[in-house]
């Protein structure tokens, strides 16, 4: 069944982007605090997943999981926390069994439960995230086909819906924001990181003709690559605090887990100037030290103000919503086939080296002389015939259980369905 699944997660509906912040695990130490957090719980696989508007732990256990053991997954993680603001923060965390698990993954991958509905950026931010868990050896199979499954099934919602029809990304409503001020394609832009998203946003800045950008970032390759999408500068990021050139806008958007950008650091850059500048902090959490607002005359746009933005296309993706909630529970049902049909296949997986092991002794021992005696051309066809044999006694069994096993799906399908049209029928 699928109830090894399971999701514990904190996302924009739950918390404050600033408290997701909180919840990040430092890029440097993730691998070995996740690969605690995976024995600590006795889990058997764990894929590991944050964005700009969640933090989502996917782990499959067929033991049984406490409800409360979320302040338990921020105490390995986040030993510098309080017992105060561990227990905040876990009361906020939701978590999910089972189907629910997979719904809510599908939900995810889908856009649906997105900041930005339609926000297809997920995608690759679900495939990144699977392999970099894969890579620190915290996946397994489970997972695995859970995670193609997942994108195959987002494909077919953008596909079959319009779930991404006016869809605008975190980066898109932040550069739109930002266009409002700083409208003249001349204006002083520097740009702090060099990640996916500063990049994403490089290249709205060169669609609209921005080119007096300067990218700083710790690796200057990167910092390169970014700014040469706008004909821009790249500087390492420890001269940003000898910068002197002014600014009118300045965007950040890090993997850091505290402010880069001071009060103090910011006062240099303005260089003497008073004017108001426009300052668009995409990071979690934020790079730029909120101080600076009281202290000086700034536009500040952060993930947190965009939100009120991003919630007036809902309306009308509502609909396609509607379709998008159908296709999942029709993929849940065919994973949930997929999953026992694997099952299946693992569970018999010795069956082809069985039957291999009886056609070997039976031609070196049980008939060995017998065969012996034979001409190389009838040697040669009974060697034919008895592989055919093999493959037909492994194919038998294989397919006999799997379509047991989605005879039983099909047969619990079937109730849950009468289930919940009797209970609407009441209801």
């Known amino acids: ?98 189907a629910d698990a997979v719904r809510h993954l599908f939900e995810v991958a889908g856009s649906l439960d997105s900041l930005v509905v339609g926000e297809r950026e997920i995608i690759r931010q679900l495939r990144e995230a699977y392999d970099r868990s894969h890579a620190w050896q915290l996946t397994g199979d489970h997972i695995r086909l859970l995670m193609r499954f997942t994108i195959e099934t987002a494909k077919e919602i953008y596909s079959q819906t319009g779930i991404g029809e006016k869809a605008l990304s975190v980066v898109a409503l932040a550069f739109a924001a930002m266009q409002k001020n700083v409208a003249s394609p001349n204006a002083r832009i520097l740009m702090v990181g060099a990640g996916q998203t500063n990049e994403l946003y490089a290249r709205f800045l060169a669609k609209y003709g921005y080119r007096n950008v300067t990218v700083f970032n710790r690796t200057l390759e990167k910092a390169e690559a970014v700014a040469e999408i706008v004909s821009g500068r790249a500087l390492p990021l420890d001269a940003l605090e000898y910068y002197s050139e002014g600014f009118d806008a300045l965007v950040v958007c890090t993997g850091a887990t505290q402010a880069l950008v001071t009060p ?72 949930r086939a997929l999953w026992h049909e694997r099952q299946v296949e693992r569970a018999l997986a010795h069956v082809p080296d069985e039957v291999r092991a009886v056609k070997e002794r039976a031609v070196s021992e049980v008939f060995g002389k017998e065969f012996a005696q034979l001409d190389p051309a009838t040697q040669e066809l009974m060697l034919k015939m008895l592989g055919y044999m093999e493959k037909k006694c492994v194919a038998i069994p294989m397919k006999a259980a799997k379509t047991i096993a989605l005879h039983v799906q099909k047969q619990k399908h079937n109730s849950h369905k009468e289930i919940l049209s009797d209970g609407a029928l009441k209801r």
């Open 1 to 98: 069944m699928l109830d090894g699944y399971h999701i514990l997660t904190l996302t924009h509906r739950d918390a404050p982007l600033e408290t997701i912040g909180k919840v990040v695990v430092p890029g440097d130490h993730a691998p070995g605090f996740l690969q605690a957090l995976k024995n600590r719980f006795g889990w058997d696989e764990l894929l590991y997943l944050a964005t700009c508007n969640r933090i989502t732990f996917l782990f499959y256990t067929q033991a049984p999981v406490n409800e409360a053991f979320a302040a338990g997954v921020l105490e390995t993680l986040h030993p510098e926390m309080t017992a105060s603001a561990i227990q905040d923060i876990a009361t906020n965390m939701r978590l999910l069994h089972g």
């Open 264 to 335: 103090a650091l910011y006062r240099s850059l303005l260089t003497g100037e008073t004017s108001r500048k426009t300052v668009v902090d995409l990071s979690v959490p934020n790079n730029v030290d909120k101080r600076i607002l009281d202290e000086c005359s700034v536009q500040f746009i952060e993930i947190e103000n965009l939100k009120s933005v991003a919630n007036e296309n809902l309306a009308h993706r509502e609909r396609e919503r509607i379709k998008a909630e159908v296709i999942i529970e029709q993929r849940i049902f065919a994973y």
